[in-house]
């Protein structure tokens, strides 16, 4: 029973969402997020936690919508990965101002945030 359930979503020893290029760019963004945030000093450490949390939201969000049966479910957890994208640019926005990234960081994770949250949202509409 369990290994029908999980080949029910696999193909080729690989998950649906690990095929989908929203997730495989969210989770680049999030990895190189969360390598950015390891070097800040610790008394940002609330800061850097809240970064983290946000930006590994994204793929592990869209992870779980596509294991979802309904669409409703699946628009759902779709819904929660933009959220946490949105949520990453005023964590980016106070980084800024504190110095613990530099403009170019800044500018490339914003634009990045922007164009993942924008293939979320078409994702979304494609659902419909």
Known sequence: MISFLVYEFMSTEQFYF???NIYKRSLEFSIELCRKAS???IKFSRIKDQLIGAA???PLNIAEGSGRKTDK???HFYKIARASAFECVPILDICSQLSLIDESFYNK???EITEISKMISGFIKSIH
Request: without cysteine; proline residues 7%; hydrophobic residues 40%.
């Open 73 to 75: 479910d699946k628009i």
């Open 56 to 58: 590994i939201s994204v």
């Open 39 to 41: 070097d800040f000093p």
């Open 18 to 20: 690990e095929r989908l």
């Open 109 to 111: 994770f914003k634009q």
